[in-house]
């Protein structure tokens, strides 16, 4: 089985459980995708999520079984139809393909090198991040609960319902699942995922706006908008799962600053309007992303927040006005009057990673990502 497929059957859980011989057994809590059944004798059914609770597993999302024998295991609809009939160190990978009637898509696999331990995360660890946060820092987290970095770790992050995870600057990820913490690294083979509950915000710090040009300076072009910073950084294989109202976004670039005279004091630029953009103190207390400043009776750029990006400001005595802010993963406007005008901020990037990592899979809430993914 290859290594993608590996780390999917982790997704959403793993359990263990022991069957009873001749009788059918619900699946239990959707949430938990996967397992492993034993069962000793003769054949089980396992039934799979009933309409009443199905909602809990989306769409196109894998559902891993193992049987780990020596019976058979009976895969059966809810309904109890039969699906198929999987024998020992054998294991299906599932989707519901379609909610009304119920349509699901099985695949076997050869569990067994897996089933002696190849590939399988040594450690699992499990994250709640249940209050507004900057900067978290996945490993860092796990070390703190007592991961060495001796063995493969299995890491599932859950951002609780209505949470914003934000960056103090747009240099530094929301997100990051860290590298080398307290002389631990990653252990090869290490894999999270992360999953938005509904309505969480997920946003790299929005840029600010430039400073509307100096007049009487000798030179007075408007001042570039700041770039936007990353939503998400990984080092290290990422699945996610966005739930119904969640988003994740890079943050906006900052509007430019409008141009002024070089000459004549009352030519006035006004100020680049701040980005979208989640930006934070280290305490996870929200904070503006700055409109850039103006000279004179010029107008300040507004500043941008969490879920609006700010105007520029206006320009006096005919110098130019600041350019708006970008909203999410979108580059901030230029400033106005010609080359003069400072240029808008680069769009933030929603989710970068390294080659080691490979790039994340989505496995539901592909169409609420903001913004590019790239490696870098």
Known sequence: MANS???????????????????????????????????????????????AIEAATPLGAPMVLVNRGPGGLQVRDSDGSLLDVLGTDVGARLML?????????????????????????AQTFNLDLAVNEANANILRKIVAMGYTGAAAAFVRVRVRAGVLLGSVSVGQPSVWSGL??????????????????????LG?????????????????????????????????????ELQSGAVLFGGGGGGGGG?????????????????????????GALLLNDGGQASGIAQRGNPGAAHSAGGGGIGAGGGGNGGRGGFAAQAGEAGTIGANGGAGGAAGIAISYSSGAGAPVVLTGASQIIGTTVLE
């Open 259 to 283: 141009s002024s005279s070089s000459t004549i004091l009352t030519v006035q630029g006004g100020g680049g309007g701040g980005a979208r953009g989640v930006r934070m103190t280290a305490a």
């Open 97 to 121: 393909r379609q909610r009304e009637p119920q349509l699901w898509s099985i695949k076997r696999h050869a569990f067994r090198t897996v089933l002696n331990g190849a590939g399988l995360p």
């Open 5 to 51: 497929e590996r780390e999917q059957a982790f997704f959403g859980g793993w359990r263990r459980r022991t069957l009873t011989p001749s009788t059918d057994t619900a699946w239990g809590d959707p949430q938990i995708r996967n397992g492993e059944f034993d069962i000793a004798s003769g054949q089980a059914g396992i039934l799979l999520p009933d309409p």
């Open 180 to 201: 080398t913490e307290s002389g631990v690294s990653w252990f090869a083979g290490s894999v999270w995922l992360l999953t938005l509950e509904p309505n969480v915000t």
């Open 204 to 240: 790299g710090a929005g840029g600010r706006g430039g400073r509307g040009g100096i007049p009487g300076t000798g030179s007075a072009p408007g001042i570039a908008g700041e770039a936007g910073g990353r939503a998400v950084r990984t080092e290290i294989a990422l699945r996610l």
